[in-house]
């Protein structure tokens, strides 16, 4: 390099002008240029005079332009000079920076720039925070000062962060090319990878290792003893300690398999499948909360953990675990025989763990921060980079642009926040048929009984007027008339009516019924009417001032057109709910838990409880852009059923937003009136109608437990929905049919007549399924004034009509649901934001994955999100990341560090493999083992390398203090949970075996009663450290003293202090102190003397014998405390004692 | 790569205690990360010639900082941003465009019911709030232009402690004890002295997030009835607790004279046994700490811990015990509101602002001047410096009638103590008192100028995690040099 630099000098020595035609050339061939850019430069001996311009500005060009892009431009540029120095034009560099020129032409070794980037001036080396650049691009920066520094930037270049020009593009696709030269993107090879290893598995390991350690000239460290192995095993494989038992067995046995079978029956147990799950929980974030204000629950959370826990024990191949965290919606399920429900599903749960605000005053800024939660989340935990670093700029070292970014952010928009049904789809078509049947009974029942019950009106009416006239005036209240009248059904009614005006819309019935004058007649019959007329009022109002969303009850639907079926738009989700609005039918909900099962008559609309109100599900609306000032629906449900206002997919509830997410709990149709806020104005929004179950988002919820409990009865309907401006009053629908109106409005006689017939004739009608659009809503005014019986004793065809419906019913599960995501058959691709500023929008971007994976937009389908081709793309063989990370990530947790140190980042930022051949074989022999996680672990548990002992020779720790080439095993702290779990596992209070609901974290302060849930058992009721609650806000202390992680990002390497915190906590923490107890209960009930009680305890928790002087130091301990305190007290301080153990808490 | 620091080295950090403890784990990180300069205050121009882990990147003004917590909001027109237009306009429409608010009920202009009057020899004006307060004018430094971001609380809460909006960062208090240690090996470097009302979004606000664990903040529950620290309570007898550590100790040494070999991770055996030293002094250190029978009864009648108001009496206490901290030189103190007024921030008034502040006023006005005083006659002022600081400020204009709604946009702070510029008034909000105008300081701007007068360079101080280099600062913040001394 240095030979080339001089022969360099001898003919180029001089800087030459610019000139314009250089330019020219330069700017209408840049891809000739760059394509020359991976080529070493030419040799200048080569070079002539005549061509030297052409070759100084190659020269830039080709080495000089893309470094500066690469390397220095993103932090040295006009608008952000760092240190004052702006390197995008040939004047910046020329004014220099804070600290003087940054080039003296021709004179490299003063120019500041060169001693920088070869770190000779200390705090600056360049570029900054990143490994020095390599001696080749030294190089060409020192020859290209050498020969003058030929710059033919007049002005400032565009850097692509801000407005983008072709120009900048080209730049761009240069630098990511050069900077895809990094190891990470580099394709795996085929095996063999080395022709003189041609050893695979465990022995190739040994290889690999051994001839880098040969290299320095180290021997490795020998094998640790058996006892040290099994000890070593069993707490990296599940967490606890060996018992005495596997340990004496194990010695015992001299068979040359007998540590394969070790491994192998470790690796059968759950506790293996729990203590690996928590990894993988440690790399998505895993939470049972949203953070912020309200610490919002994540219902059934757990799910997603007792399936990574289920994957782990039956070692689902990782790629297909992946495949499941990504699309599990979209790939062909997996079921779970023995549960009867579809893993694949659950997988979606780690698009969920978000911490998101849940009363933000900008919402399309908290979809920004779910989504980029959600990619940082992919990157990392899949495939080992920090794409979310390009939400606002380019990538800074990596070959990602923030168009990747905004390309992976429509698939992630185009996706819905959902809490999906995991059972096996009920086969609910019989039932369905069934079941209109019974509903056709129904009718025909109901349709005799009343006409019975009609027969009597027209003498119980006049009576009834007769007794509410006598005891009326104006003033009367209900409570007193109700003393003096009969109970009969049509005077309490016609009573209630008159008393009420104000909650009635039937007053004026009721009024004109008990007229007596024609001129109170006249007033009651006008004001009838334009009651009547009221419910059909708002759709007459202006179009400027009022806009109809949809309307469910037209034939047409809501796009107007009478070929459309009317719901195409539309989304439905979860089970036993139909997939047509009714129309103007009308049919029976024969209602749950009511004691008047026949009480509601559906009205034209969508019902999700057309058959039952035990379906359960979600209906959505096509998308459509808020711009009035409320919104009305009018709709109906049961068992708060929720109609909510979605809003660039934010999910919360509070506060702001409790008037858009309103519970339904009328069984009539009613206006719903959502209030927009002037906020969210232009927003993209959808409204969705769930039953109760199938809300994704809970809100606070102090006492989980009780989500299990419902009976999944819960049901809503929907008629139609406008946008309006503010004022607009609605009045609930009345129900009366107009054809009430009487022509002779002056005879009581009359409006009984009327009352009758149009009853009688609703009745026919709704019998012979031919209704008139108010048939249902009047007869449901009729049952729920009384006046028709809905209940079952009325007749005993009733009662058993009901009970067959019942039997059939019951068939139906409460459906299981966990969270995640809805696909919608929706691509919405994302604008691309300057800076990232969601208010500065510019052309959208195409779906896609990364560009320097070779992802292309065509591949994407613009009827669906994405997901799945992005799923299939990250595990793709040969996708370069996806193997390599995983295969890291296990060498890490079984070894304390990684091939690849940085775990969560393979970029330029990261550092490289020590041993990048290594890592390259085990990635394609994992890939070609079908993803096994299980091969993988035997694979390396049985190398020479993982079994080494931990004493460094004095060799090694001079030439590799670090251990970087693995000569032996490093001294471990063990995890936090396995700290907390070994206590509860020898005192014998490990509940076995375990999964569900988290149990409270115990706390001795509570910081925010309304927030927090209340205080959990101090033992977590025996269950593992992984079936605690993981709340945001309120982490569990004692784990987080241990370095728990928070889960505000994937963590692949947890970080492991050592801190007073902890011995406090082991010294003094009630549970440590509680188990201490329970042990030494356990030790003095299950052992006779003192000394096979303190053997006891060492065999269970340190596994192996006290030796002489720590049996006698010990015993010294119990006679000492015995003395002068209860024996019980001696015992349990011991056993606290040995929780304090270093020995305990650290594995060789 | 520099070479991993002798055994015999770090049994010398951690035989110092608790904050140059951490040393050793960060330099072990760093040396897992193959990178010496990931501590930033060891990094750079002056990094080998500064003692590793007390190295400042310039000379400090200061040593420690209380930071008293106005939980809510306190509003800047009725506290210390006087604005006789917008009393002169009252009940009229407000005249500017106004942003969304949270609550969406802006009602029109609303004067201070306030009165304002200059105090000290500067002149400063105040309003009559504060009366203990404002004996002591000369010696605050008043930021009028403060902005924040976020018009929530648990946003804007996360947002002051951390300068980030949602969880994953650490805190202000985290950055300064990992940058500096503390000075006292028997207490943590960093303590919150919880009044009952922690910042909305709970403990995660003093998070360490991805620093080491030795940087968390220590909530002390002084006054709730608890434990003072969780875990300090030794759980047995005293007598019963030494014979088990020396047990502990005894067979500790055995597991490491018997393992005795090069292997880097005995080091970490060894930092952990050398735990139980300061843990056990902890036990002794914070009850005294707590004790204040060592106090004259002028100091008590000073900060009123006898108050007839059981509020301002513990708000004194919470004051006092700062002012013990600093003392013992613990590095960051943050004191958070008392609960009483209302279960959550008690600032917030949202429905009354007169009666409200000028409850939540007379908590704090005495304990807090009394601190002063208290720092400044004992020669701790001039390296303590004192932060009052809401999360937000207040509307000008009315939340239905009497309260106020939450304003970011522009609010008032004060600082106070060494490198500070007493009787000074920074910046200034538009005339009505909506927008910081003119001096705009932003809430990285504050924590870049906090760092400083600790002798911290903010671009400085990072740490490596997830591939990145994270600041307290992120990619922003500049000093506020008009406020220094």
Request: negative net charge.
């Amino acid at each position: 390099m240095d030979a080339r630099h001089n022969r360099g000098t001898r003919y180029v020595r001089t800087s030459f002008p610019l000139t314009p035609i250089v330019i020219c050339i330069i700017a209408a061939v840049p891809g000739e240029n760059f394509g020359h850019a991976a080529q070493e430069p030419s040799d200048p001996t080569e070079t002539t005079l005549s061509s030297a311009i052409a070759t100084q500005s190659e020269y830039f060009e080709t080495h000089i332009r893309p470094a500066l892009h690469q390397h220095c431009l993103a932090c040295h540029n006009e608008n952000k000079p760092n240190g004052g120095l702006a390197l995008d034009s040939r004047k910046g560099w020329t004014k220099g920076g804070d600290s003087g020129s940054a080039i003296v032409p021709g004179k490299p070794d003063e120019s500041l720039l060169i001693r920088t980037i070869r770190h000779m001036e200390p705090g600056l080396e360049m570029p900054a925070k990143v490994p020095k650049l390599d001696e080749g691009e030294i190089a060409k920066f020192h020859r290209w000062i050498e020969q003058g520094a030929f710059d033919p930037r007049e002005t400032p270049e565009p850097i692509r962060f801000g407005e983008r020009s072709s120009e900048s593009e080209a730049q761009w696709e240069s630098i990511a090319a050069q900077r895809a030269k990094w190891w990470c993107w580099q394709p795996l090879p085929t095996l063999p990878i080395a022709s003189e290893i041609d050893v695979y598995g465990s022995q190739a390991i040994d290889a690999w290792i051994g001839r880098k350690l040969s290299e320095q000239g180290i021997l490795p460290s020998p094998k640790a003893d058996r006892r040290t192995l099994i000890r070593r095993l069993s707490f990296q494989l599940r967490g606890i300690p060996p018992s005495p038992n596997e340990v004496d067995d194990f010695l015992n046995d001299c068979s040359p398999d007998a540590w394969q079978r070790l491994i192998d029956s470790m690796l059968s147990t759950d506790e293996f499948a729990e203590h690996w799950a928590r990894h993988w929980l440690d790399t998505v974030r895993y939470a049972e909360t949203h953070g912020s204000e309200d610490d919002a629950y994540l219902p059934f959370a757990y799910r997603y953990r007792d399936y990574i826990v289920r994957a782990f024990r039956n070692d689902i191949p990782i790629d297909r675990l992946i495949l499941e965290n990504l699309a599990g919606d979209l790939v062909e399920p997996r079921w779970n025989e023995s549960d009867g429900i579809n893993e694949s599903l659950i997988g979606l749960g780690f698009y969920r763990f978000v911490e998101f605000n849940q009363t933000p005053v900008d919402v399309k800024r908290e979809e920004i921060v779910v989504i980029d939660s959600q990619i940082e989340a992919i990157g990392k935990a899949f495939q080992g980079i920090t794409i979310s670093c390009a939400r606002c700029h380019d990538h800074k070292f990596d070959p990602i642009s923030d168009e990747d970014y905004y390309a992976i952010y429509g698939i992630l928009r185009s996706t819905r926040t959902g809490l999906p049904i995991i059972d096996r789809p009920f086969p609910f078509a019989q039932t369905e048929e069934t079941l209109s049947k019974l509903q056709q009974r129904a009718r025909s029942i109901a349709a005799i009984d009343w006409e019975r019950d009609i027969a009597s009106w027209p003498s119980e009416i006049e009576q009834s007027i007769r007794e509410v006239q006598s005891h009326w005036t104006p003033d009367t209240k209900w409570e007193e008339l109700e003393k003096r009248v009969s109970t009969d059904r049509w005077t309490k009614a016609i009573g209630k009516w008159v008393c009420n005006p104000r909650d009635s819309k039937l007053a004026p019935l009721g009024r004109l019924l008990i007229a007596s004058d024609s001129k109170e007649f006249k007033r009651q019959t006008i004001a009838l009417e334009q009651a009547i007329r009221s419910d059909i009022a708002p759709l007459e109002l202006p179009p400027e001032t009022t806009k109809l969303l949809f309307d469910l009850t037209s034939p047409r639907g809501v796009n107007n057109t009478a070929e459309s079926h009317p719901l195409d738009d539309w989304r439905i989700q979860g089970f036993g709910l139909p997939t047509a609005p009714l129309g103007t039918a009308t049919r029976w909900s024969i209602l749950g838990s009511a004691a008047d099962p026949f009480s509601l008559l559906l009205e034209p609309g969508y019902h999700s409880n057309l058959y039952s109100d035990r379906a359960s599900g979600s209906l959505r609306s096509p998308d459509f852009i808020v711009d009035g000032e409320a919104i009305s629906i009018l709709c109906r449900g049961t068992g708060n059923a929720r109609v909510r206002l979605v809003m660039e997919n934010f999910q919360g509830d509070s506060l702001l937003f409790d008037t858009v997410n309103p519970n339904l709990n009328s069984n009539s149709y009613q206006w719903v009136t959502m209030t927009i806020r002037p906020q969210w104005r232009g927003l993209r929004a959808h409204l969705e109608f769930l039953t109760r179950d199938a809300k994704p988002y809970i809100g606070i919820v102090k006492d989980p437990n009780g989500l299990n409990a419902s009976d999944g009865r819960s049901s809503f309907g929907v008629a139609k929905a406008i946008m309006h401006s503010r004022g607009l009053r609605l009045q609930a629908p009345n129900a009366i049919p107009l054809e009430l109106v009487v022509s002779d409005p002056r005879s009581t006689s009359a409006w009984i007549e009327s009352i009758v017939r149009i009853s009688s004739a609703a009745i026919g009608r709704m019998e012979k399924e031919a209704p008139h659009p108010t048939d249902a809503s009047w007869l449901n005014t009729l049952i729920s004034n009384g006046l028709l019986r809905g209940n079952l004793d009325s007749s005993p065809e009733r009662k058993q009509l009901v009970d067959e419906y019942r039997v059939v019913e019951s068939q139906f599960p409460v459906p299981r649901r966990s969270p995640g995501v809805y696909e919608d058959d929706l691509a919405l691709n994302q604008e691309w934001l300057s800076r990232g500023d969601h208010k500065q929008p510019r052309a959208p971007v195409a779906r896609r994955y990364l560009n320097v994976l070779g992802s292309k937009d065509s591949d994407y389908p613009s009827s669906q999100s994405g997901r799945l081709v992005l799923a299939r793309e990250i595990v793709a063989p040969n996708n370069p990341l996806t193997a390599r990370v995983y295969v890291n990530r296990v060498w890490n947790w079984l070894f304390g560090e990684g091939i690849v140190r940085t775990v969560d980042n393979f970029g330029r930022m990261g550092e490289s493999p020590s041993h990048p051949e290594l890592l390259d074989q085990l990635a394609v022999e994992f890939m070609k083992n079908g993803w096994s996680n299980k091969q993988l672990l035997r694979a390396i548990l049985s190398s020479e390398t993982w079994q080494r002992s931990t004493m460094e020779s004095p060799i090694a720790h001079e030439k590799d203090p670090g251990n970087r080439l693995w000569s032996h095993a490093s001294v471990r702290r063990i995890n936090a949970e396995s700290i907390r779990d070994t206590m509860l596992f020898v005192a014998g209070n490990l509940k076995r075996p375990d999964s569900g609901l988290g149990t409270a974290n115990y706390y001795r302060q509570v910081f925010e009663p309304n927030k927090q849930s209340p205080p959990g058992p101090i033992d977590g009721n025996g269950r593992r450290s992984l079936y605690l609650e993981v709340r945001r806000n309120f982490p569990n202390e004692f784990l987080l003293a241990f370095d728990f992680p928070r889960p505000s990002a994937p963590v692949g390497k947890r970080s492991s202090t050592i801190v007073p915190t902890q011995s406090l906590a082991l010294m003094n923490d009630p549970f440590v102190i509680h188990q201490s107890k329970r042990w030494a209960e356990r030790v003095v009930r299950e052992s006779p003397s003192d000394a096979t009680r303190i053997n006891a305890m060492y065999q269970s928790l340190l596994n192996r014998s006290p030796t002489p002087e720590e049996l006698a130091s010990a015993e010294q301990l119990i006679q000492q405390l015995s003395a002068s305190n209860a024996p019980e007290l001696a015992w349990t301080t011991l056993a606290h004692a040995m929780f304090n153990l270093k020995e305990s808490i650290f594995v060789r | 790569m520099k070479n991993i620091p002798s055994r015999r080295e770090i049994l010398q950090h951690s035989a110092n205690g608790f904050g140059l403890l951490a040393l050793s784990s960060i330099l072990a990180e760093s040396v897992r990360l193959g990178r010496s300069e990931a501590r930033g205050a060891t990094d750079g121009k002056q990094g080998d010639q500064v003692p590793p882990g007390t190295g400042l990147h310039h000379p400090a003004k200061i040593k420690n900082a209380i930071f008293l917590f106005m939980d809510g909001g306190p509003s800047q027109v009725d506290t210390f941003d006087p604005k006789p237009l917008l009393l002169k306009e009252h009940g009229k429409p407000f005249p500017a465009s106004i942003d969304a608010t949270q609550f969406d009920q802006n009602g029109t202009s609303f004067g201070s019911p306030f009165q304002f009057a200059p105090y000290g020899q500067s002149g400063l004006i105040m309003s009559e709030l504060f009366p203990h307060l404002s004996k002591l004018a000369d010696d605050l430094c008043i930021i009028r232009s403060m902005k924040s971001e976020f018009s929530e609380h648990s946003q804007a809460c996360m947002f002051l402690h951390s300068g980030n909006p949602i969880q994953g960062r650490p805190s202000l208090g985290s950055w300064v004890g990992y940058g500096l240690g503390t000075e006292n090996k028997n207490l943590p470097e960093y303590v919150v002295i919880n009044g009952g009302l922690l910042p909305i979004g709970g403990p995660e606000n003093f998070s360490n997030a991805f620093l080491p664990a030795i940087h968390q903040a220590t909530i002390f529950d002084a006054f709730g009835g608890g434990e003072t620290v969780s875990n300090i309570t030794p759980a047995e007898p005293l007598s019963v607790q030494r014979a088990m550590l020396d047990f502990v100790r005894q067979h500790d040494r055995r597991f490491l004279a018997e393992s005795e070999g090069l292997s880097t991770g005995e080091q970490w055996v060894e930092s952990a046994i050398k735990n139980y030293e300061t843990a056990s002094a902890m036990q002794l250190a914070v009850p005294d700490l707590v004790d204040f029978g060592d106090e004259t009864s002028e100091t008590h009648a000073l900060y009123g811990t006898s108050s007839n108001d059981p509020l301002q009496a513990q708000y004194a206490r919470q004051c006092l015990l700062a002012r013990r901290l600093v003392e013992r030189g613990v590095r960051f103190v943050e004191i958070t509101c008392v609960k009483g007024i209302r279960f959550i921030a008690p600032w917030d008034d949202h429905d009354n602002i007169e009666a409200g502040h000028r409850k939540n006023a007379k908590v704090v006005d005495q304990p807090i001047a009394a601190l002063i005083a208290d720092l400044k006659a004992r020669g701790l002022l001039e390296s303590t410096l004192l932060v009052f600081a809401g999360e937000f400020g207040r509307t000008p204009f009315a939340q239905g009638g009497k309260g106020r709604d939450h304003n970011p946009q522009g609010f008032s702070i004060w600082l106070s103590g060494g490198g500070i510029k007493g009787g000074y008034c920074h910046g200034a909000t538009d005339e009505f008192g909506y927008r910081a105008v003119e001096n705009v300081v932003t809430m990285h701007d504050l924590h870049a100028t906090i760092l400083h007068l600790l002798g911290i360079d903010h671009e400085r101080l990072t740490f490596r995690w997830g591939g990145r280099d994270f600041r307290l600062t992120d990619v922003h913040g500049n000093l506020v040099r008009d406020c220094l001394a």
